[in-house]
């Protein structure tokens, strides 16, 4: 059969067409009328993305960079701050900490789970000046409780920041990021965001602003200051990444529309959009027999485990060669122990039974266990028709 070539990947994900063309024709100079119009436009559109009345920068970086600027700029050497990890990403927190010479102290959970609250309230003294966490931890699909560790860290902490890497959280999951009381909050382009690497964002509460001022950690490019100076001016402090904010323009307008014209509902739907393919992928995996490999699943990505004695390489390599469907292997330790199926962004309901039903192939020819065909789609669309009536009882 003819082969389309699909990414169900947590990162890049697919791209909505109207971003590529809308990057494809644009040629406007930075420092013009038109781009300042464009670049203010995105940046209020930008908060209502989010959630949150805080100031918000678009730069320049892949997510990393925004992670490595909310250390740079909100630490000093020797402050000591608490890195909340069970994963890849959440390790990321710790090397980025570490090598701002912060003092940190890792509270970390196995690889598939979440954290305990009551672990991490004895963790948050008054003294530790960050929290570092994930909203999604993309390496093994787990969801964390960020409103639970906001509430601990705004009571037991003495001015303490939260940092959320919400780079695949963002767009998949319900976060009231003003209301919880999030300090720093960080996206990426290439995710819920439906357009291609390139671009990070972060919002910054007052607090955090205030925290800079007293910080010693070197930053240039990434000094967040000089950004929000420059945006209050309705330009940015170097070169934009220009046909990359035109992608982003035409995003927002997607989501939008989505939302019927407002942008925070919107939101919502393409969350719960991410939560029902999350769902239906989900009751698709356990019809055949599998298991999710995160006790506490998100709706950005499905975590799955391969069989018993077969490499998850096999899986994700049948995938890309009989459909060519790009699904993503584990990272580091976890690489051959299970594949992860996204559900951030560009996904609908035909890819989501597409995918699955790619999955009883998959399965079928990478072991030797039989495959009732039709199990994994008959689950997911028991789910689907389930929620298509609880949304018309609603109406
Ligand atoms: C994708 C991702 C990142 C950022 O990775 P980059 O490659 O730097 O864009 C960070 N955290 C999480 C949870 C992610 O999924």
Redo the contacts with the bound molecule.
């Keep these: 059969m003819l082969h389309k070539n699909r990414l169900f990947t947590?990162?890049p994900t697919p791209l909505l067409p109207a971003a590529q063309t809308a990057m494809a024709s644009f040629t406007a100079h930075h420092r013009t009328a038109d781009f300042k119009a464009l670049f203010q436009r995105v940046l209020a559109d930008m908060k209502e993305f989010i959630g949150t009345k805080n100031d918000v920068l678009v730069l320049a970086c892949?997510?990393?960079?925004v992670?490595e600027a909310s250390v740079s700029n909100l630490t000093s050497p020797g402050d000591k701050v608490l890195v909340l990890t069970a994963g890849k990403?959440g390790e990321?927190w710790t090397g980025l900490a570490k090598a701002f010479g912060c003092n940190v102290d890792v509270l970390s959970v196995p690889y598939g789970e979440t954290f305990l609250l009551e672990n991490i309230r004895a963790r948050v003294t008054p003294d530790v000046r960050a929290v570092f966490v994930?909203a999604?931890?993309?390496s093994t699909g787990a969801r964390h409780d960020v409103q639970g560790i906001a509430k601990i860290v705004r009571t037991q902490g003495n001015d303490t920041l939260l940092v959320v890497?919400a780079?695949?959280g963002l767009g998949t999951t319900h976060l009231d990021v003003d209301g919880w009381g999030v300090d720093v909050i960080i996206g990426?382009s290439?995710?819920a965001l439906m357009m291609p690497?390139g671009l990070?964002y972060c919002a910054v509460s007052e607090r955090a602003w205030k925290r800079m001022d007293a910080t010693t950690s070197p930053r240039f490019y990434f000094d967040l200051r000089k950004e929000r100076k420059s945006a209050a001016k309705g330009e940015t402090a170097y070169t934009p990444a220009t046909s990359l904010f035109a992608a982003l323009g035409a995003a927002l307008e997607f989501v939008r529309g989505m939302g019927k014209g407002d942008l925070a509902k919107g939101r919502e739907e393409l969350v719960n959009n991410a939560e029902l393919c999350a769902e239906m992928t989900r009751a698709g995996a356990k019809a055949l027999g599998l298991k999710l490999y995160s006790s506490a699943p998100a709706a950005a990505l499905t975590a799955i485990s391969a069989p018993d004695g077969v490499d998850s390489g096999k899986i994700v390599k049948e995938f890309r060669e009989s459909f060519d469907a790009v699904v993503a292997n584990g990272q580091g330790e976890m690489k051959g122990k299970l594949f992860r199926i996204a559900h951030i962004g560009y996904y609908d309901y035909l890819d989501t039974i597409g995918i699955l039903g790619a999955l009883e192939h998959v399965l079928a020819r990478v072991t030797d266990r039989s495959v009732e065909y039709g199990a994994s789609v008959r689950a997911a669309q028991q789910v689907y028709a389930r929620s298509h009536d609880v949304a018309l009882a609603a109406r």
């Design positions: 947590p990162g892949s997510g990393t960079g992670m990403f990321r994930q999604t931890e993309s890497d780079i695949t990426g290439q995710k690497p990070a």
